[in-house]
């Protein structure tokens, strides 16, 4: 059985409350937009690098990723026939919504012209 503790601090003059906090964990993370408690600045300092660190793996990484996404596309397009299938209707049916807004354009833009010459 876990030995678990409830911490209130003030935080920003605002009282908060953490509850069941594992008294073995030198660091209590609540959620990526809430608070993490550390109980020294040491593990502070290093809950701090290492989450430094994994921010700037993954903005390191976004090329490597966007590059790799029309790939994995590629393949479960080649394994499944009907997914294939589905993105060509899709890119159709963005292509005829194109065409109907040019279309829609051109007109609007006719009638601005015929407006003008009366």
Do not use: W
């Amino acid at each position: 059985m876990e030995t678990v503790m409830d911490i209130t601090a003030t935080v920003n003059g605002e009282r908060r409350e953490f509850k069941r906090v594992p008294c073995t964990n030198t660091i209590a993370n609540f959620g990526p937009d809430a608070f993490v408690l550390a109980d020294s600045k040491d593990a502070m300092s290093s809950y701090t690098s290492a989450a430094l660190q994994n921010s700037r793996n993954i903005v390191e990484g976004y090329e490597k990723h966007q590059k790799l996404i029309p790939l994995y596309e590629g393949i479960l397009e080649e394994l499944n026939p009907s997914l294939r299938a589905d993105k060509e209707k899709d890119r159709a049916i963005q292509s005829l919504k194109d065409e109907v807004l040019e279309l829609k354009q051109m007109l609007i833009n006719m009638a601005k012209v015929g407006d003008t010459k009366n």
